[in-house]
């Protein structure tokens, strides 16, 4: 009994062995087909806000409690996820267009040429492209956020 509980222990201290990795989606017709994750922060919290061809990033986001936003927060802007962000030079905060699920988000950014969002892999479809992050794919091992 006490060797089945030092197991589970054990293995609580890898949650991430087997966790889903989280893609980074666009509208298809996005030119951009990667960034790196530097990038994307800076997106997340309003400092880069339009596309290198000029046009308006649209960023979506999840509710402060669902466990996606809380990873992604964590991985790519080093914060938590109830954290507004401040771009440079207003005291206002960015706002990001806030949907419910996955599902929301998919729709969303499939319809808004400019929108991005973050998305469980088992949720992307034709309708999105899944942006290579970090030089990786979210099907690849090297892919970090999980």
Same mark, same amino acid.
């Given at each position: 009994m &006490?060797s089945l ?8 201290q890898?949650p991430q062995a087997h966790?889903?990795?989280i ?7 996005n030119p ?10 800076? &997106?997340?919290?309003?400092r880069?806000k +339009?596309? +290198?061809?000029?046009? =308006?990033?649209v960023a979506?986001?999840r =509710?402060?409690?669902? %466990? &996606?936003?809380k +990873? ?5 802007l080093r914060?938590k996820?109830?954290q507004?962000?401040?771009? =440079?030079?207003? =005291?206002l905060p960015?706002?990001?267009r806030r949907?419910?699920?996955?599902k929301?988000? +998919?729709?969303?950014?499939?319809? $808004?040429?400019?929108?991005i969002?973050y $998305?469980?892999?088992r949720d992307v479809?034709?309708?999105?492209k899944v ?6 794919r979210?099907s690849?091992?090297e892919? %970090?956020?999980k």
């Amino acid at each position: 009994m &006490i060797s089945l509980i030092i197991m589970v222990v054990w293995l609580g201290q890898f949650p991430q062995a087997h966790a889903e990795p989280i893609a980074i989606i666009v509208h298809p017709s996005n030119p951009v087909g990667s960034l790196s994750w530097g990038e994307l922060a800076r &997106i997340y919290k309003g400092r880069d806000k +339009k596309w +290198k061809s000029g046009k =308006p990033i649209v960023a979506t986001n999840r =509710p402060t409690d669902v %466990e &996606i936003r809380k +990873k992604f927060y964590a991985y790519v802007l080093r914060a938590k996820p109830t954290q507004q962000f401040r771009p =440079p030079g207003t =005291p206002l905060p960015f706002k990001t267009r806030r949907l419910k699920s996955g599902k929301a988000t +998919k729709k969303f950014v499939s319809r $808004i040429p400019n929108a991005i969002g973050y $998305i469980h892999v088992r949720d992307v479809d034709k309708t999105v492209k899944v942006l290579r992050m970090g030089g990786y794919r979210p099907s690849e091992t090297e892919y %970090e956020l999980k």
